[in-house]
């Protein structure tokens, strides 16, 4: 028997069910949330995770940095082992791509820029060698949002010329993403990349006129009240948009609360339901192990549990670094490692949503 199925078996058999009052959080989406003072709340369902605990206490490998679930609006559970906290922050590597799709998502509800709106109209086609591709002409946001650009850069392939790898090495990363080759038609190949995500980040400040961390500060983070943080830049100074932002448990959970409560937080709409709507449509299939589609930058997939299935959204990252989010249980899981570049951070991390799962059954 696998160590996902025994923390989910002892989670249903040796534990009552869950049952959660219903917040006034999710009865009303904008009401102000303070999960600094639901420590009730945690103790109130403390015994129902006492076998998340144990798995998480048990791991053979000690880099798992923080698990979170909020449920209702409540803060229900939090484990910070290994001598991290709730102040901690943690690289969440490409669960940051998401981050990146709400700020332009959020610009769009600006009128800032459109879907529809192509990548070289925001830069000099002077500074790009291929700008008479017929088909590099025709990238658009929704191309970039939607891993789908055609460039020929793709991170299951190290010997695709635009792999971030080589992006990585680049002392001008913008000029260097801007002049990879096309590979594909805009629109017909979902090809997961980093530049991808990258060139979107550039994009935001052409279209705002904002440094891409002013503009997610003051209309993202900030009214989340997400005080620390921190992004990493490029050598030229630009922010690496896809990945690489520190952040910590319990503010990360906060991104995933904003979007089932449909883009409200205490008593302001940050981002449109119609966005967060486009955001997660099944626009790709994910050929990966526990992916189902692409949506812009945010993944679907449904998991069954005790014969329920459970559709949920999720940021995914390097090593585990998840958001979860389960709209039909209202329920946001986050985990955060250290774990990268193994071979079991991933799978670690679903085992722990799929026993919280288990639990809430």
Not at 68 to 86: D, F, H, Q, R, W
Not at 211 to 218: G, H, S
Not at 254 to 259: A, N, Y
């Amino acid at each position: 028997m696998t160590a996902r199925i025994c923390l989910v078996l002892a989670l249903t058999c040796t534990v009552p069910v869950l049952c959660f009052a219903q917040s006034s959080n999710s009865k009303d989406q904008c009401s102000p949330i303070n999960w600094a003072a639901d420590s009730d709340s945690q103790k109130a369902h403390k015994a129902h995770f006492k076998e998340v605990d144990a798995f998480i206490e048990n791991a053979p490998n000690k880099d798992i940095q923080s698990v979170v679930v909020v449920k209702n609006g409540a803060l229900v559970y939090e484990s910070y082992p290994n001598g991290y906290t709730t102040r901690s922050l943690n690289d969440i590597r490409s669960a940051a791509k998401s981050i990146t799709a709400l700020l332009i998502g959020i610009a769009v509800d600006q009128e800032k820029l459109r879907v529809d709106d192509t990548l070289l109209s925001f830069f000099e086609a002077s500074s790009i060698e291929d700008a008479d591709d017929e088909r590099k002409q025709r990238i658009t946001i929704d191309h970039l949002l939607t891993m789908a650009s055609g460039l020929n850069a793709d991170a299951d392939d190290n010997n695709t010329p635009g792999n971030e790898n080589y992006l990585e090495l680049a002392d001008d990363w913008l000029h260097f993403g801007l002049n990879i080759p096309m590979a594909t038609e805009p629109g017909t190949r979902w090809a997961y990349a980093s530049l991808n995500s990258f060139l979107l980040g550039a994009v935001l400040e052409k279209a705002t006129g904002q440094e891409f961390e002013e503009f997610a500060d003051t209309y993202l983070l900030g009214p989340l009240g997400i005080e620390s943080y921190r992004w990493t830049n490029t050598p030229k100074g630009l922010v690496v948009a896809q990945g690489n932002f520190f952040i910590s448990g319990r503010d990360f959970a906060k991104i995933g609360q904003l979007i089932l409560n449909q883009g409200c937080w205490n008593g302001k709409q940050l981002i449109s339901q119609e966005w967060l709507q486009a955001s997660f449509e099944d626009r790709y299939p994910v050929y990966w192990e526990n992916y189902d589609t692409y949506g812009y930058q945010w993944y679907n997939h449904t998991l069954t549990i005790n014969d329920k299935p459970f559709s949920y959204r999720f940021a995914s990252g390097n090593g585990g670094q998840k958001l979860y989010m389960v709209p039909d249980e209202d329920l946001v899981v986050v985990t955060m490692t250290t774990a990268y570049n193994t071979n079991y951070g991933q799978r670690r991390s679903l085992e722990i949503f799929e026993g919280v799962l288990g639990a809430i059954d």
